[in-house]
Nanobody, 120 residues
């Protein structure tokens, strides 16, 4: 089992910045990937960015260049620095963990979600 605790959401003006954090605990195994997804009202949940424990990152097209994902491996914490926020970034952001136990299927875990609202 993996537990994910998120923090850092809130209200921000267009053009502003926010930093989301997610602390992971539990059995992360030797290979894992931590990331952020978001879900706007009436839309599906989509990947924003992810980073594995080797530091390989992956970004959605609309996040690349504005958002930066980073990872503190010692603390099993992942951060998402979001800059130049616009209205389309308004969503509930979910921390995600993918772990790969040896000789077992991938396991996926979700945080409880943190709301980000971009508004004047």
């Amino acid at each position: 089992q993996v537990q994910l605790v998120e923090s850092g959401g809130g209200l921000v003006q267009p053009g502003g910045s926010l930093r989301l954090s997610c602390a992971a605990s539990g059995k992360l195994f030797s290979f894992n990937r931590l990331g952020w997804y978001r879900q706007a009202p009436g839309k599906q949940r989509d990947l924003v960015a992810s980073v594995d424990n080797f530091g390989v990152t992956n970004y959605a097209d609309d996040a690349r260049g504005r958002f930066t994902i980073s990872r503190d491996s010692a603390a099993n914490t992942v951060h998402l620095q979001m800059n130049s926020l616009n209205y389309e970034d308004t969503a509930v952001y979910y921390c995600n963990a993918e772990v790969y136990p040896i000789q077992s299927p991938k396991e996926t875990y979700w945080g409880q979600g943190t709301a980000v609202t971009v508004s004047p």
